[in-house]
């Protein structure tokens, strides 16, 4: 069973810049490919970041801004030029296998408790 634990959230301005962390036991981000999600109240969980061993994925809204990087128990989220609307719940994830998508949060059977990123204007 893997688990997992994020860290790193926090409060920032506009503009300004976090990094979320992922520690992971009980198993590898090598054989467990890694995500991050998001969550803001009131609305659906949203894909983030993925990494595996074709590259990463980002969707448009945070491309060019947030960057995934992978170790073989950790991976990392660069958040730069943060937004109001970037302030979620973060949450890393894994996947038992790569042939699930890696931009559907079903594909994922691995999941931290969060941490909180909340971006003021």
């Known amino acids: 069973q893997v688990q997992l634990v994020e860290s790193g959230g926090g409060s920032v301005q506009a503009g300004g810049s976090l990094s979320l962390s992922c520690a992971a036991s009980?198993?590898?981000?090598?054989?467990?490919?890694p995500g991050w999600f998001r969550q803001a109240p009131g609305k659906e969980r949203e894909f983030v970041a993925a990494?595996?061993?074709?590259g990463t994925y980002y969707p448009d809204s945070v491309k060019g801004r947030f960057t995934i990087s992978r170790e073989k128990n950790a991976v990392y989220l660069q958040m730069n030029s943060l937004k109001p609307e970037d302030t979620a719940l973060y949450y890393c994830?894994?996947?038992?296998?790569?042939?699930?998508?890696?931009?559907?949060?079903?594909?994922?059977?691995?999941w931290g408790q969060g941490t909180q990123v909340t971006v003021s204007a």
């Open positions: 994830a894994a996947r038992p296998d790569f042939s699930r998508p890696y931009d559907q949060h079903t594909s994922y059977s691995f």
């Open positions: 009980g198993g590898t981000f090598i054989n467990y490919p």
């Open positions: 990494i595996s061993w074709s």
